[in-house]
Nanobody, 122 residues
Framework: VQLQASGGGPVQTGVSLTLSCECSGGTFSLYRMGWFRQDPGKDREFVATINWSGDRTLYDDSVKGRFTISRDDAKNTVYLQMTSLKPEDTAVYYC????????????????WGQGTLVTVSS
């Protein structure tokens, strides 16, 4: 299974950005998908997750109401729509796939993408 994340870049405070993560080599429709982020020198932290059927989502409190996770099984792709971006959202964003029904811890995912950098300037 390979995950290819894209869509990151430098943006200013308050703007919106959408990250994409395309999955290949596996059965995408069976995976719980998640987004995590990591600052240099810090642990990878949970951002959002969506279950295999797309009807349940979970967000970290820091992004709730600003970020939306969604999936398109026809395109084998999961998205993270980010609005009202803040400097503290700056990080490398990783997508992940797995079968664990929980999905908000790093060890609950089996496959990881390479990450895409989001830099939010004030």
């Amino acid at each position: 299974v390979q995950l290819q994340a894209s869509g990151g870049g430098p943006v200013q405070t308050g703007v919106s950005l959408t990250l994409s993560c395309e999955c290949s080599g596996g059965t995408f429709s069976l995976y719980r998908m998640g987004w995590f982020r990591q600052d240099p020198g810090k642990d990878r932290e949970f951002v959002a997750t969506i279950n295999w059927s797309g009807d349940r989502t979970l967000y970290d409190d820091s992004v709730k109401g600003r970020f939306t996770i969604s999936r398109d099984d026809a395109k084998n792709t999961v998205y993270l729509q980010m609005t009202s971006l803040k400097p503290e959202d700056t990080a490398v964003y990783y997508c992940a796939a797995g079968h664990d029904p929980r999905g908000f811890r790093v060890y609950e995912y089996e496959y990881w993408g390479q990450g895409t950098l989001v830099t939010v300037s004030s």
